[in-house]
């Protein structure tokens, strides 16, 4: 009965497991096996280079500034997405004015609320960047034309040109763009939160600021924690990529001032036929998002709270 147990789950185990080691494990071993390649990507010729290519990326200016995009994206991405997803989350569930049957309820009209948050994330991050790209326009777009209109003509940024402000930029495009899901998806916990607990609170006298850091917080702590890890894992791979490829110029901006490592991946592979030395910062940029992953799961992990 044991045997034919293990055969069973064994059976269900085997597809997957194969169909996850040839799409998944085999193209990262390939891609391992190619960083230490001399290819370019346009032939099937190539030689073993050893760790020529990895000597070449810790001595290249671009791949560091690249990193170093990627890395801040990482960080202040989900800090401030998240932060503002859960301000939102929390006014549009518990933040409203006591009424006459509830203790505990939303801001007026917070079910439009939530359909206007949601709505950029139906829409394409390539359309977004497009919009966004033609808003920062320093000659015909909205900003610096709402800028003249109010008197600060003086003041008209070159947005995407400047190098101090590109990437800056870039950010809040995607922190627009992604914010209304994680209000969506931190409303659906709050939720599920019983209503005692806030009404409990209140009549001891606690603030919303208090049952935030106290009750709401602390309960939807794994579901934070997991949307960190995601929103880290899109500011290092393929939103970022898209929103600096399509707004920018270059793409990559004035002295590589927007340049992120899934860019520079691409540019060296397709623009300069150099595929060995890619696959190469592309095992760079899986480190960097494996440590971001392990840190964040590492740093978040707290005992789990039931109710």
Known sequence: M???????????LAAPLALYAIFVIWPFAQSIYYSFTDWTGLSSDFQMVGFDNYSRMLDDDIFWKSLQHSVLLALLLPLVTLGLALFFAFML???????????????????????????????????????????????SGMLNATLKAVGLKSLQPDWLGDPDLALYCVMVVLIWSTVGFFVVLFSAGMASIPKDFYEAALLDGASRITTFFKITLPLLWDTVQSGWVYMGILALG?????????????????????????????QTAFRDAQAGYATTIGVGLLIVTMLFAAIVMRLGRRERLEF
């Open 2 to 12: 044991q045997h034919g147990k293990y055969r069973f789950i064994v059976g269900f």
């Open 93 to 139: 569930n518990v933040g409203g004015r006591r009424r006459k049957n509830a203790a505990v309820a939303g801001v007026r009209g917070s079910a439009f609320y939530k359909i206007a948050y949601f709505f950029p994330q139906v829409l394409s991050i390539v359309i977004v960047a497009l919009l966004f790209q033609f808003a920062f326009n320093p000659t």
């Open 238 to 266: 393929v939103e970022a990529f898209t929103a600096v490829q399509v707004m920018t110029v270059g793409p990559g901006g004035p002295d590589y001032s927007t340049t992120v490592l899934p860019l520079y991946v691409y």
